[in-house]
């Protein structure tokens, strides 16, 4: 089995950065896909980015291109979230996820516990 942990997670002014971080053991994930949610309270899951194992595909959600970038490290089997300009409505608990499907991200496969964002403005 593998399990997921996030971290980095914390409260910030709009307009500032932080950095979550995906540690995954128990199983290598080089040949994972991987991704980020996040859920506000009341609100459903949203998607927020994903990648190949590879990285040759990348995809973002509408609502944080070109603030947001993901990223991993195969080789600590980590995965990474970096946030910037970040805004109020970022505020929400945010997961990572993996799964050997990109088509399984949000569906099934491997969740962390999540870690809370909290965005002032």
């Known amino acids: 089995q593998v399990q997921l942990v996030e971290s980095g997670g914390g409260l910030v002014q709009a307009g500032g950065s932080l950095r979550l971080s995906c540690a995954a053991s128990g199983r290598s994930l080089s040949s994972y896909a991987m991704g980020w949610f996040r859920q506000a309270p009341g609100k459903e899951r949203e998607f927020v980015a994903a990648?190949?194992?590879?990285?040759?595909?990348?995809v973002y959600a509408d609502s944080v291109k070109g603030r947001f970038t993901i990223s991993r490290d195969n080789a600590k089997n980590t995965g990474y979230l970096q946030m910037n300009s970040l805004k109020p409505e970022d505020t929400a608990v945010y997961y990572c996820?993996?799964?050997?499907?990109?088509?399984?991200?949000?569906?099934?496969?491997?969740w962390g516990q999540g870690t809370q964002v909290t965005v002032s403005s």
């Open positions: 996820a993996a799964d050997e499907e990109v088509g399984g991200l949000g569906r099934r496969g491997y």
């Open positions: 990648m190949t194992w590879s990285g040759s595909k990348i």
